[in-house]
């Protein structure tokens, strides 16, 4: 049977984010018509993602990328794997609360903090984003969560953390949440540390729209989920997985109940999974590959340095360099980066190129847009 594709307009004023949930609950009872996600500023991606043509009438959500690495393609998530998703959420961190939404409902991991709270019955407290992210509507929106009884919860990306620690109030309120749940990009040791010596408990979370959302909690798979590695490309099955996806016509990564990442793994000693980055963003120099989530982390480990993300650059010698962009304040000295990327990475991993930069340019929540980065550094 088939189900009507309907393009779902994300606001970003609170009262209007809420009137979303009778239609977003609709979607997933199945009495309504399948949605897709839309910001005013796509105004090109239901026509291309063919809103005007129905979906298997198990799909409740269309998620659709950012596109940045060709046609936009939307993962196809069904009722029962937006659920799961969300029940093994609430599982993991000690039951169903108060869900505090700080980032666009355009995403899956902002629209699953509506869906967990229309599964929990509890209505959610939503940040007012009209103005961008800004840590003075988030406390206020956050102190107005805290008083609801029960457990408290919100969803953030590593950027936004960041700019939140550094406020005092901010602080204070990220201290009364039981879980923030990270997602978008990985956490940087330093935040992590920081957050730590705060008492602030975040917790890094991996997984994709493909996934409804995080799928493994600081290294350990949700309830049901299974992880294998398989040449160090990360691999998951569970119930929580997309049905494939939309406007695709590539092979496809769902084969026989297991979803194929483009991401590279590692298991830790203690027997959690460890992402070391994407498969195409491996930096090939001298016949040596670097992964540059590795570097990235020896980066951030560095006092000073708030951010950093490392690609790899053309070099008629080398094939490939190790770039690196770097937020910084202050500047450390380049020579102490470079030592600090030594001794946690290799020398294959030094980067050749070092330039600091007053913020990342950013895709999608939390993402680092490296391409745009390649061309600014190349």
């Known amino acids: 049977m088939a189900r009507e594709l309907r393009a779902l307009p994300v606001p970003t004023r609170p009262a209007e984010v809420l009137a979303l949930l009778p239609t977003l609950a609709a979607a997933l009872a199945g009495d309504g018509p399948a949605l897709l996600p839309v910001t005013d500023q796509e105004p090109g991606l239901p026509a291309a993602l063919g809103v005007d043509r129905p979906v298997d009438d198990r799909i409740a959500l269309v998620i659709g ?25 609430h599982a993991r961190l000690g039951g169903p609360g108060t869900w505090l939404l700080a980032m666009s409902a355009r995403y899956i991991g ?52 960041t700019r939140l620690m550094a406020d005092d109030r901010s602080l204070a309120a990220l201290r009364g949440f039981d879980a923030i749940v990270l997602g978008g990009a990985a956490m940087p040791e330093a935040l992590r540390q920081r957050v730590e010596d705060a008492g602030v408990n975040a917790i890094p979370s991996y997984g994709m729209s493909e996934t409804a959302s995080g799928c493994v909690y600081d290294g350990v798979p949700l309830d049901g989920v299974d992880i294998r590695l398989s040449d160090g490309r990360i691999d998951i099955r569970g119930p929580m997985l997309a049905d494939g996806y939309r406007n695709f016509d590539g092979e496809s990564p769902f ?5 194929h990442t483009s991401d590279l793994g590692r298991w830790l000693d203690d027997g959690r999974l460890e992402v070391i980055g994407r498969i195409d963003d491996v930096i090939n120099t001298g016949g040596v590959k670097v992964a540059p989530l590795l570097v990235e982390r020896a980066l951030t480990a560095v006092d000073g340095v708030t951010d950093a993300c490392v690609v790899g650059l053309p ?30 990475a290799g020398r294959a991993a030094v980067p050749k ?15 680092v847009d490296r391409a745009a980065l390649r061309k600014a550094l190349g």
């Open 353 to 367: 190129l070092i330039r600091f930069l007053p913020a990342l340019p950013l895709l999608g929540p939390g993402k």
């Open 315 to 344: 070099h008629a010698e080398w094939g490939q360099i190790v770039a690196a962009a770097v937020v910084a304040e202050p500047q450390p000295n380049e020579a102490r980066l470079r030592e600090a990327v030594r001794e946690a």
């Open 65 to 89: 990328t950012s596109g940045s690495t060709g046609a936009p393609k939307g993962a196809l998530l069904s009722s029962d794997a937006i659920k799961a998703s969300a029940m093994a959420t």
């Open 110 to 161: 902002g629209l699953q903090v509506l869906i967990r709270s229309l599964l929990a019955d509890n209505e959610p407290v939503v940040a007012d984003l009209t103005d961008g992210f800004r840590a003075e509507n988030f406390t206020k929106a956050a102190l107005a969560a805290l008083e609801a009884p029960g457990r408290h919860y919100t969803a953030l990306v590593p950027t936004q953390l």
């Open 255 to 259: 084969v026989d109940g297991w979803f």
